[in-house]
């Protein structure tokens, strides 16, 4: 069973709006010396539906090749039919990926039935195993509790990435799935405490980018049962969870780091800059925490 912080990579864009191949690594070689669980590019945090198709194999192929074993790297497919993810899927797992994440089929509105057996054929298809990303904000439909802990009994789906945050929808998951080999994630700063709290395994962080360290520390504080360090930990940068998510992911994320001197570069349209005052309350923020 997958369990820990994961962090969401961004995708680094030159000025020229190419791919930053040395910033990638430069950031993915921080990642790894900070001993997170393990790096999920693509996905919303990396650009993933602003990218070419070249580009999307170019930074998975960089990506695993920094990562270079020493963690799992699990990109998102961001794809809507089952023969476009399975493509993306065979793509990742020559790459040398070792688990894929799944979104929820966008755009078309599909009924729960459909979500279900979408994963099920996915899944029956695919060499590595899947996880679930479920995210409402993004794709409308919301998959169930009970559509959840459905899929958990398949073989090769072996968690979720939950994007609702409501921690009833989440303890409902762990309740339901409890019995299974199925990871509930939140892909929410705010609930990894809580989540780690009434049985959940992890998280998929934004924050990643900016402090590993510190997502890395609350998931292993938790396992260890020294909740009380995660919880202030928790409690500490809590300002910095919402400040990242003060406008549309990765918006805020990129600006934090390149006010740290790391490589986030530019957006890709039609994301664009952080507007002037949320800047400011981000800039005060992170020199509060000692991060700039």
Avoid: W
């Amino acid at each position: 069973m997958l369990k820990g912080a994961y962090t969401l990579l961004i995708t680094p864009f030159k000025q020229d709006l190419s791919l930053d191949e040395e910033g990638l690594r430069v950031l993915v070689k921080r990642q790894v010396e900070a001993g997170v669980h393990g790096i999920a590019p693509l996905g919303v945090t990396g650009e993933n539906s602003l990218m070419s198709e070249k580009e999307i194999a170019s930074l998975v192929e960089i990506v695993v090749d920094e990562v270079s074993g020493k963690c799992p790297v699990i990109p998102d497919t961001c794809t809507s039919g089952v023969e476009a993810t399975l493509e993306r899927i065979r793509l990742f797992e020559k790459i040398g990926c070792e688990y894929v994440s799944v979104f929820v089929p966008y755009l078309v509105l599909p009924k729960e039935d459909g979500i279900i057996k979408f994963y099920e054929q996915v899944a029956d298809s695919s060499k590595i195993p899947v996880l679930i990303h479920n995210s409402p904000g993004r794709v409308v439909v919301n998959l169930s509790p009970e559509g959840t802990a459905q899929l958990a009994r398949h073989r090769n789906i072996i968690g979720i990435k939950e994007g609702v945050k409501l921690l009833d929808h989440l303890a409902k998951i762990v309740c339901l799935t409890r019995d299974e080999d199925f990871g509930v994630f939140t892909g929410k700063d705010v609930t990894l405490y809580p989540l780690l709290c009434f049985g959940g395994h992890g998280n998929f962080a934004v924050a990643g980018n900016v402090i590993p360290e510190v997502m890395r520390d609350i998931y292993d504080f938790c396992d260890r049962g020294d909740r009380e360090k995660a919880q202030e930990l928790h409690y500490q940068y809590f300002s910095v969870f919402e400040i990242l998510r003060v406008e549309a992911n990765p918006i805020a994320v990129k600006e934090a780091l390149n006010m740290m001197g790391l490589p986030g570069g530019r957006l890709r349209l039609p994301l664009t800059e952080l507007s002037a005052p949320k800047k400011e309350k981000l800039a005060k923020i992170l020199k509060e925490k000692g991060l700039v």
